[in-house]
């Protein structure tokens, strides 16, 4: 599986963005996909993560101002990020765990500032 993040920029504190992951394969065979993400000099962190029978977790900080859903048509995994602050700054990272494997994409910067 490879995946291929986009969507992030420089977006105002309150503001929204929505990140996307195209994803090669067939998403239906993927148990897992996700997002983390890593603010500088922090470790890396779940975000939110949605199963191949599309339940849906988020971690404290994400619960309420992000969605994650899927699209198996288009092979593509959202995060949808409104009311933004300056601490959702980080390089967020897109993922699919299948049969034991782990795959991630290559991250996407998330800038929240004035």
């Known amino acids: 599986v490879q995946l291929q993040a986009s969507g992030g920029g420089l977006v105002q504190p309150g503001g929204s963005l929505r990140l996307s992951c195209a994803v090669s394969g067939e998403m239906p065979s993927i148990n897992i996909m996700g997002w983390h993400r890593q603010a500088p000099g922090k470790e890396r962190e779940m975000v939110a993560l949605i199963s191949n029978l599309d339940s849906t977790n988020y971690a404290d900080s994400a619960e309420g101002r992000f969605t994650i859903s899927k699209d198996n048509a288009q092979n593509t995994l959202y995060l949808q990020m409104n009311s933004l602050k300056r601490e959702d700054t980080a390089v967020y990272y897109c993922?699919?765990?299948?049969?034991?494997?782990?795959?991630w994409g290559q991250g996407t910067q998330v800038t929240v500032s004035s």
């Open positions: 993922y699919a765990w299948r049969k034991g494997i782990t795959s």
